[in-house]
């Protein structure tokens, strides 16, 4: 009976100060658990990304392919390239057809990701060994990619045999036709 009764008061002070523990507790890290409704150091703005969009397209003149344009310019950084290709399926004998040089190793075909490309449906690349880009275009396709780049300026050819008479005809390694350059600036 001496013990209970020592014990109850006892109960009482704990249940109390428990009470009041957690609504100091609540006071303290009521603001922390909020949540916030601005923008937070994690959510920053991520570095901006820029957009170039690339056609190859027959050219009307010659009626070979053509990549529109063929020399473009482009700020510094990350940068989601997109080549709608209008040319007819090819086949590029002897592709290694390993993608390279894009972030992950991997291009976008018609929405679905390739780290390689069947060589049985390789019209064009848009190759820059300068920057150990290496992508694979499919006749009738849209191919995206994101790279990041630095400044300079980088030269880029297509390797897949194109055009009037395979590897060393026209437009074969023709500026404006099937090789560029990229400038890329501060
Ligand atoms: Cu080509």
Same mark, same amino acid.
């Given at each position: 009976?001496?013990?209970?009764?020592?014990?109850?008061?006892?109960?009482?002070?704990?249940?109390? @100060?428990?009470?009041?523990?957690?609504?100091?507790?609540?006071?303290?890290?009521?603001?922390?658990?909020?949540?916030? /409704?601005?923008?937070?150091?994690? /959510?920053?703005?991520?570095?901006?990304?820029?957009?170039?969009?690339?056609?190859?397209?027959?050219?009307?003149?010659?009626?070979?392919?053509?990549?529109?344009?063929?020399?473009?310019?482009?700020?510094?950084?990350?940068?989601? =390239?997109?080549?709608?290709?209008?040319?007819?399926?090819?086949?590029?004998?002897?592709?290694?057809?390993?993608?390279?040089?894009?972030?992950? @190793?991997?291009?976008?075909?018609?929405?679905?990701?390739?780290?390689?490309?069947?060589?049985?449906?390789? @019209?064009?690349?848009? /190759?820059?060994? @300068? %920057?150990?880009?290496?992508?694979?275009?499919?006749?009738?396709?849209?191919?995206?990619?994101?790279?990041? %780049?630095?400044?300079?300026?980088?030269?880029?050819?297509?390797?897949?045999?194109?055009? %009037?008479?395979?590897?060393?005809?026209?437009?074969?390694?023709?500026?404006?036709?099937?090789?560029?350059? =990229?400038?890329?600036?501060?």
């Amino acid at each position: 009976m001496g013990v209970r009764s020592w014990f109850e008061p006892l109960g009482v002070v704990v249940a109390i @100060a428990v009470i009041v523990g957690i609504s100091m507790g609540a006071v303290l890290l009521g603001p922390v658990l909020v949540p916030a /409704s601005g923008p937070s150091p994690s /959510s920053a703005a991520p570095p901006p990304t820029h957009y170039v969009n690339l056609s190859i397209v027959i050219n009307a003149t010659w009626g070979v392919p053509q990549y529109v344009p063929a020399n473009f310019s482009v700020p510094a950084g990350r940068v989601v =390239i997109t080549i709608r290709d209008y040319d007819q399926p090819g086949t590029f004998v002897g592709c290694g057809c390993n993608v390279t040089g894009t972030v992950g @190793a991997v291009e976008m075909i018609n929405g679905t990701a390739y780290h390689r490309v069947p060589s049985a449906n390789v @019209a064009h690349t848009f /190759s820059s060994p @300068a %920057l150990n880009l290496n992508v694979l275009s499919p006749g009738g396709s849209t191919v995206s990619f994101v790279t990041e %780049l630095f400044p300079g300026t980088y030269p880029w050819w297509c390797m897949a045999p194109c055009g %009037l008479d395979g590897m060393m005809g026209f437009p074969m390694g023709v500026p404006g036709f099937m090789a560029g350059t =990229i400038t890329v600036t501060n």
